[in-house]
């Protein structure tokens, strides 16, 4: 299986789980996810050939992971840090994003996830309209509530 490009929110909940599962329930970000969304996405994630990082879920990620009070903050920004330098990163220009048409409708960040999408990689995501913009498109991408249903 290809690297995963995952979007942010399911980029904190993997962050967040890797740190101490137990944090889940307590992080003010993850209010819609369980210790099991954690597991099914960790598992999803251990049968690809790794995760492929942007800077702009990133920087995203690393703001909304700070959402806690300490000493959770720390560990999980630590775990982070050696998330970020265990797999590869693709920097995508935003003039070349912003060009694209789902950049008006879905912001700068989805826009490089379906220029990044094109590239030999899954987009994971929770987002419903960036999942369907990137099956409009025909991009190998993944709907992870359809992956929660089918639980």
Request: charged letters at 25%.
């Amino acid at each position: 299986m290809p690297q995963i490009l995952i979007d942010t929110n399911l980029l904190v909940l993997l962050a967040v789980g890797l740190t101490d599962r137990k944090y889940i329930s307590k992080h003010k970000r993850l209010a819609a996810f369980d210790e099991s969304d954690f597991d099914l996405l960790a598992n999803y994630i251990d049968q690809s050939h790794g995760l492929l990082f942007c800077p702009n879920v990133l920087t995203e990620a690393s703001n909304l992971m700070r959402y806690v009070s300490e000493p959770m903050r720390t560990e999980i920004s630590a775990y982070f840090e050696l998330m970020i330098s265990r797999f590869g990163e693709e920097y995508v220009k935003s003039a070349e994003a912003s060009e694209d048409a789902a950049y008006r409708a879905l912001g700068l960040t989805d826009a490089v996830l379906l220029t990044l999408a094109k590239k030999d990689a899954i987009l994971l995501t929770a987002d419903l309209e960036l999942y369907l913009e990137g099956a409009r498109r025909g991009l190998p991408v993944i709907n992870y509530n359809h992956m929660r249903e089918a639980q």
